[in-house]
């Protein structure tokens, strides 16, 4: 099975701060890909999917990369609502696999 | 408004089945995949698996192939997600969720509520 990781797996910055989360797969994927944020008790929110196509409704701060094995999600200008933990996951075919999360917090 | 219910918290001794479902609204449910996503607590998202409710095409992640079944009966827009002999390590909040669309558009959109499942003896 293709395995995702992500990377940092936590990360603290400033607010205004471009923030960059990493997700790799261990092969490739085309561009079938989503970035989800789970904040602290609450329910995931999908971002972006198929790699790039930000979703309606989400600021424009976050935007998604890549293709293939390398995927990055950047949110621009790091704001305090941004604090959370952030999933990539597969969905090219099963299992639709979940990197382990990077956890985003204001310095 | 398109949205997913699910059923509410369970406190089960091991050993004992539990089946916890998720109610879709607001959407044709048979054209849509469902996924259940486990998370124990403190920890992240796993994939355990999906099914297509138009015809119950159902995928499950090795991982927890063998452990659980999924179902869904499309005549009452309802995804059951099942055990039939729980364990303790099963302790987790249960998601379910629907895709966006087909193709590249296969992320989940609307996630349920969650189902807290407690396992203990």
């Known amino acids: 099975d293709i395995q995702m990781t992500q990377s940092p797996s936590s990360l603290s910055a400033s607010v205004g701060d471009r923030v960059t989360i990493s997700c790799r797969a261990s092969?490739?994927?085309?561009?079938?890909l989503a970035w989800y944020q789970q904040k602290p008790g609450k329910v995931p929110k999908l971002l972006i999917y198929a790699a790039s196509t930000l979703r309606s409704g989400v600021p424009s701060r976050f935007s998604g990369s890549g293709s293939g094995t390398d995927f990055t999600l950047t949110i621009s200008s790091l704001q305090p609502e941004d604090v959370a933990t952030y999933y990539c996951?597969?969905?090219?075919?099963?299992?639709?696999?979940f990197g382990q999360g990077t956890k985003v917090e204001i310095k | 408004e398109v949205q997913l219910v699910q059923s509410g918290a369970e406190v089960k001794k091991p050993g004992e089945s539990l089946k916890i479902s998720c109610k879709g609204s607001?959407?044709?449910?048979?054209?849509?995949?469902i996924a259940w996503v486990r998370q124990i607590p403190g920890k992240g998202l796993e994939w355990m698996g999906i099914?297509?409710?138009?015809?119950?095409?159902?995928r499950y992640s090795p991982s927890f192939q063998g452990q659980v079944t999924i179902s869904a009966d499309k005549s009452i827009s309802t995804a059951y997600l099942q055990w039939s002999s729980l364990k303790a390590s099963d302790t987790a909040t249960y998601y379910c969720?629907?895709?966006?669309?087909?193709?590249?558009?296969?992320?989940?959109?609307?996630w349920g509520q969650g189902t807290m499942v407690t396992v203990s003896s």
């Open positions: 969720a629907k895709s966006l669309g087909g193709g590249e558009r296969r992320a989940f959109d609307i």
């Open positions: 996951q597969k969905y090219d075919s099963a299992p639709w696999t």
């Open positions: 092969q490739g994927i085309s561009k079938y």
């Open positions: 607001g959407y044709s449910f048979t054209d849509y995949w």
């Open positions: 099914i297509y409710p138009s015809d119950s095409d159902t």
